[in-house]
């Protein structure tokens, strides 16, 4: 087996160490949330006009992030939502992301079966895809011959994926928690990406599987930070869905590696925070991002 | 709880009944197994070319087997790979199959949670939207609560979702097979489907929560048309993936009722099959498309 390097493990960890920043800012666009001078802007409701309001936006968080955290986690549905205009658009958002230096985490959460799959690995990982991203986050239910297409292009180029372990919505459970002999089907995946990442190894030890646990969980994180020691983790359910700091802290290594936290309703609007919405008033919307990326920054000071 | 009318679940059916075919077309398109003719007309190696190539496929299938059957399966995959020229052809592909009566059931998979979710439904179901279908596929790893948002819109308008329970890939079984208490993770998502089904029936006891179980595991499927008497089943896996007609027929009620089997290769690349090829030379690939619908049709006559 050949593995491209630097693997996308390889230069996440780099990109957190260059940053001194776990964060992961998670654009999520939504038409009712936008800034008020870009709702204004809008002189007719068409897709296209929306989802050039999207690219503006989502590339003025990225002028304010770039340099300040290592990832950024674009969600496909928000683009999808607006059709072909918004899934054009979010080209852009991927490709303006990139070329400043900020690693992508699509957020996607798809899968299928054996040469679906690829082709899904294909317009979201590949070379020539429009879209192409750093990685993508894969939906588990359909086993582990659905996951190994996604490790093939792991292999051919420097990217990753991040497959549903533990998530952090209330019902997640219901599948998630089923026990088996004292296994529950997260633990199941979590020993499978285990297994999957062991001969793809980089220098600090990650291979290109990551694994998405919620910090609504905390017991399930410490637990997985365990059970998967070879796993990026992408922790989300900071902030807004009712994480904290100590509760992320269990997901990471020594040092602020092996997880990157997402915040996106709280870092991309936080312009209607109260606590930013004084400050930051008409315009400044970008400023109140900025204030919200070096709190949540100075909250996970992992780093140090 | 007001639910539109008439819902999916009966206008599947009356399709059923009116083409008497439980055949479902998958509108798989593969850049490599093209007809000749289309592959040769692409000047150039452009998404919008292979895009274009696409449409003309797919609507000249559409054209073929509209009358035939009662549905078709687009795989969003395939046009994804394309990028947002493909997405623009998915959404040609969708409108075009519904202008001609045919029940479109978009192969997406997402899912996603809460209002993330709510984002997929309004994508590929809601009203305003290009690639506005009759159903979609969604996965329910997530749980409960990521699923009921895509009942919401159901219920809205005469929609309907086909969760995955059993799917037909050998991998399958990693996590659907797991059992808890005697009750399998596949048996499980069943349950729920049968209680979200139960206050949405139409006359014929079908609820809007539809379920793919694949043909290549007979026995559970035989199961799980008695453990969601209320769930219309899409059943993939026929034909190329090696399901038969004797394993099918277990997935349906009295007089072809309950569910539809998909084939997607088998038909629409119907041209490069040995039994078809030598009758349906150069050109005739559509006629290919019809003798293979044809010939499904009758081995599936489940409707006499």
New interface residues.
Partial sequence: MTIATPSFATLLTEAVQKTRSVTCVGL?P?KANLPEPMRQAIAQDR?EEWAAAYTQFCCGIIDVVAGKVPCVKP?A??F??L??AG??SL?EVVRYARSKQLLVIL?G?????????T??A???L?AD???QSDSLTV????????IEPFVDVCDQRSAGIFV?VK??????????N???DGQS?FQ??AE?LTELNKPRLDSHGYGPLGAVVGATYPEELAQMRQAMPHSVILIPGFGAQGGAADDVKVGFHAGGLGAVVNSSRHIIFAYQRPEYAEKFAGNAWQRAVEAATDDMNQQLNFCE
Same sequence: chains 1, 2.
């Fill in positions: 999520d939504r897709p969600q549905a928000f999808e939502q059709g072909p899934m054009i080209g957020d959460k798809r899968n299928d079966i054996g040469s679906t799959a082709a899904y294909d317009a979201y590949g895809s429009p879209w939906s588990p239910y359909l086993g582990q011959d659905s549903l998530t952090s919505n209330p019902g997640g459970g219901l599948l998630q089923r026990e088996t089907v199941r995946v499978l």
